[in-house]
Structure formats: C-alpha cells, structure tokens
C-alpha cells in the first residue's frame, strides 16, 4: 500500500549528514513544529535539487510518517530570501533568529505564532535595503509575549500609570516592566528615543532616531534566562 504523503509549509532551521548518502533535516512546520525529517540519496542530487533544503530556505515540503523521524517525499522551493543571503548582517540577525526558536522549542511541539512571527519579520528583513536592528528587536519582545514572558513596556510596574512622553521612566529588571519616574529611585532614565523605540516594538510604528540599544539589552537579557543555554550565535556578545 503506497504511503500517502502530506504537504506542509516549512522553514528549514538545519541538517546534518546521516549514513551514506542520506540528511536529516530539522524542519519548523506550520501545523507541526519543529520536526526532523529524512532526505533519502539526497547527497547524490544534484547540486541545484539539492539546494532547495539550504537552511534558511521557506519550502512546501511532502511528508511521511506518524513517527519522530519523518520522511521527505517531494521539495518546492516558497522563497530562498536571497537577498538576506547575500548581506552578511542580515544573515547573522536571521541565524539569530533562527536559534532562538530551535533552542526554544521542543521537538513536535506546535507553535504556529512563533511560525508566523518568525516568517513576517524574515520577509521584513529580506524586503528591506538594509540591515533592521528593530525588526530583531521587535522579533525578541513578540517571542517572549509569544512564550508567556511578556514585559510590561507601556505602564509603571508599580503604580500602574501610563508611560508617556514627558515623563521619565527606567526599567526594573525584578519587575520585569518599566518604573515611572515618581515609583523609582534610580537617576539613570532612558531617553524619548528610547519610549519611542518602546512603543514600536508593541505596533511596529517607526520613528526616525529611535534607539534601540537599551531595549536590545533588556530583551537580550530576558530571553538569555527562558532559553535551555545562552545561544551560540555572536548577537549576544555584542554587535
Ligand atoms: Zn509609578
């Protein structure tokens, strides 16, 4: 009886080489999560067919098998995001992104938030002319909503009145959020630039001379504790 085989939408995370001629693919599933799954002969493809498997790459791909170690049946090509392939910086903020989700997620373990999140700021980063620290950013504080580690960026953690322009703010770590001026007692307050870079990560609304580099801190540091182990990749020693 010939195995029917499905198609799913996928995001290829990684591969490693498995007996002769064989790869195994870890795979981020719409509908599934991440999965591994098993290209037979795949090393004597041609280059090109072989190609369509790079990580990184958006595939519609056929499956078999109710098991861990699913089978690839057939591969087309959904988008490459070449031109995040072709710029060093892009590249390193997607394989960031990328490790974050691997590292998080555990095997066959359905997250189609964290799929759609993931998609929507990789086709960000691949339409933009250059490289987006707030599409990072913004990927960060989504996830760790997503994750159920949201941090209170809009309102004090104390006293629960509005964060707004005008008034002066930092951000308590223990709190998890940002103390307004009246609830803290530290002098070190962050900057309009900074509450405008605040209020982008929540709805995407981009100001001009937003910073970003105490929130890239905050959420570096945050993610750093819900992940098994602190990621390999060089984003979290410093651009
Ligand atoms: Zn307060």
Do not use: W
């Not at 930092?170 to 900057?191: I, R, T």
């Amino acid at each position: 009886m010939a195995r029917e085989s499905s198609n799913f939408e996928g995001l290829i995370l990684r591969n490693i080489n498995f007996k002769d001629s064989d790869k195994i693919y870890t795979i981020f599933v719409r509908g599934l999560g991440k999965i591994s799954a098993k290209a037979k002969g795949v090393r004597k493809f041609s280059s090109k067919r072989l190609s369509l498997l790079d990580s990184l790459n958006l595939v519609k791909v056929g499956l078999v098998g109710e098991h861990e170690l699913k089978t690839i049946t057939e591969v087309s090509l959904l988008n490459s995001f070449k031109h995040i392939k072709s710029d060093f910086n892009k590249l390193k903020t997607s394989l960031y992104l990328l490790e974050l989700v691997s590292s998080y997620l555990n095997e066959s373990s359905e997250y189609d938030e964290l799929f759609e999140l993931l998609i929507k700021c990789l086709m960000r980063l691949e339409e933009t002319s250059y490289s987006d620290s707030r599409i990072e950013n913004y990927f960060e504080y989504q996830f760790l909503k997503i994750s159920g580690y949201e941090l209170n960026l809009f309102d004090c953690s104390f006293c629960s009145s509005a964060i707004t322009e005008g008034r002066r703010f930092n951000f308590n770590y223990d709190k998890g959020g940002v103390v307004c001026e009246d609830c803290s007692s530290s002098y070190n307050f962050y900057s309009k630039a900074h509450l405008q870079s605040l209020m982008m990560l929540n709805n995407y609304k981009v100001v001009d001379g937003m910073d970003f580099s105490e929130i890239d801190k905050v959420l570096k540091s945050y993610i750093n504790q819900i992940l098994p182990e602190t990621p390999k990749t060089t984003k979290f020693f410093g651009k």
